[in-house]
C-alpha cells in the first residue's frame, strides 16, 4: 500500500525566515508524482508545487523549493524569505499513474509564521 | 482562471436526513473526484469517476453514498441518511487527463450532522 507520512505535526517560522518541511511516502512504482498543497484557515486546497519522479530536477516555485530524493523516498518543502501567508496548514501528497489518480495525502504540518 | 466550484459552502442537516452536494468542474477535465476531510485529520480520498461511472472507491464510500453526473457539467455527492461522523469537509477535484496530471479542487462544502 502506497503511504504518505508527515512527521512534524506543527512547526513555526520567523518572518523572512527559511523553514523545512519534511515528507516521506513509500510505493513500488517508478512513475508518480508528488505534490504540496497549502490549506489555509479557509480551507480551500492550493497547489504550492509539484515533482515529476522521473526528473532529476528538484522543481522550484518563486519562495517554494523541494529537495526530492527518490532513492530516499524523501520529498520536503523549503519555503524560503517566509511571509505571514504562508501561515497554513501544509500536505505532501502523492498520485501514481496507475489506477485511477486519487491523490493519498499525509497528515500534514501546521506551519505559523511568527512576525 | 478556470476553477472548480461547489455548493452550498456550509450545509448543516440532521442525522438520517439526505444531502447532496454540488460540484461543477472544470469544464474539459476527463476525471473528478471526492475527498473528505473530518476536522483535524487529513484530507481522504472517497471516490473517483471517469467516463460516466465509478473507477474507484473507497472502503468510506459505502452504501450511502452515491455519485452522478447528471448533465456532463455537475458532478454531486449524495449521502442518503447522514450520520454524525459524516461532518466533514468535503472537497470535489477534477483534473484534465492521464498521466499524473495536477487535480484542481474546488473550496469545499462544510457539513455539519446533528
Known amino acids: 500500500a502506497q503511504t504518505v507520512t508527515q512527521s512534524q505535526p506543527e512547526m513555526s517560522v520567523q518572518e523572512a525566515e527559511t523553514v523545512t518541511l519534511s515528507c516521506t511516502y513509500d510505493?513500488?512504482?517508478?512513475?508518480?508524482?508528488l505534490f504540496w498543497y497549502k490549506q489555509p484557515p479557509s480551507r480551500q486546497m492550493i497547489l504550492v508545487i509539484r515533482?515529476?519522479?522521473?526528473?532529476?530536477q528538484n522543481a522550484t516555485e518563486n519562495r517554494f523549493s523541494v529537495n526530492f530524493q527518490k532513492a530516499a523516498k524523501s520529498f520536503s518543502l523549503k519555503i524560503s524569505d517566509s511571509q505571514l501567508g504562508d501561515t497554513a496548514m501544509y500536505f505532501c501528497?502523492?498520485?501514481?499513474?496507475?489506477?485511477?489518480?486519487?491523490?493519498?495525502f499525509g497528515t500534514g504540518t501546521r506551519l505559523k509564521v511568527l512576525a | 482562471e478556470p476553477e472548480v466550484t461547489q455548493t452550498p459552502s456550509h450545509q448543516v442537516t440532521q442525522m438520517g436526513q439526505e444531502v447532496i452536494l454540488r460540484c461543477v468542474p472544470i469544464?474539459?477535465?476527463?476525471?473528478f473526484y471526492w475527498y473528505r476531510q473530518i476536522l483535524g485529520q487529513k484530507v481522504e480520498f472517497l471516490v473517483s469517476?471517469?467516463?460516466?461511472?465509478?473507477?474507484?472507491k473507497s472502503e468510506i464510500f459505502d452504501d450511502q453514498f452515491s455519485v452522478e453526473r447528471p448533465d456532463g457539467s455537475n458532478f454531486t455527492l449524495k449521502i442518503r441518511s447522514t450520520k454524525l461522523e459524516d461532518s466533514a469537509m468535503y472537497f470535489c477535484?477534477?483534473?484534465?487527463?492521464?498521466?499524473?496530471?495536477?487535480?484542481?479542487f474546488g473550496p469545499g462544502t462544510r457539513l455539519l450532522v446533528l
Open positions: 501528497a502523492f498520485i501514481s499513474y496507475s489506477g485511477t489518480y486519487k491523490y493519498i
Open positions: 510505493t513500488s512504482e517508478n512513475n508518480y508524482y
Open positions: 515533482q515529476e519522479a522521473y526528473k532529476q
Open positions: 469544464s474539459n477535465h476527463l476525471y
Open positions: 469517476f471517469y467516463n460516466n461511472e465509478i473507477s474507484e
Open positions: 477535484a477534477s483534473m484534465p487527463g492521464q498521466g499524473g496530471e495536477t487535480q484542481y
